[in-house]
């Protein structure tokens, strides 16, 4: 129990596993953008694959979403939260949140197997 969570291509929890995606950087970049109010975006550089964000929801949240061409038409998506919830636990708010951007994006693009 923690107030972090990331995702990593060999993470002991399933829902947490690297999602890698069928499609170009540039759309996969635009997507993961898509899941946040602009306004809420503190830093975007498609170039280093990195967006930022102060996440304002149920909790407020600061969200790294990593975006990476593996391959062409392969691109790996991570992200990383660490919730503000002003204590030493979040009780999984922040693996949750993780999980719903990969529902989204998973609802948008291609999902492939990361062999």
Do not use: C, W
Not at 15 to 20: C, E, K, N, S
Not at 50 to 72: D, H, L, S
Not at 98 to 109: A, C, G, P, T, V
């Amino acid at each position: 129990m923690s107030n972090h969570s990331e995702t990593d291509e060999k993470h002991k929890d399933s829902q947490l596993v690297t999602h890698y995606y069928k499609a170009k950087h540039g759309d996969i970049f635009q997507g993961v953008e898509g899941l946040f109010d602009p306004s809420n975006i503190v830093a975007a550089s498609k170039e280093r694959g990195e967006i930022t964000v102060r996440y304002k929801g149920k909790r407020r949240a600061f969200v790294v979403a990593t975006v990476i061409m593996v391959r062409p038409f392969r691109t790996a998506v991570d992200f990383s939260v660490t919730t503000d919830s002003g204590g030493p636990v979040d009780f999984g708010y922040s693996r949750n949140l993780i999980i719903d951007f990969y529902k989204q994006l998973d609802s948008e693009f291609t999902v492939i197997d990361p062999d």
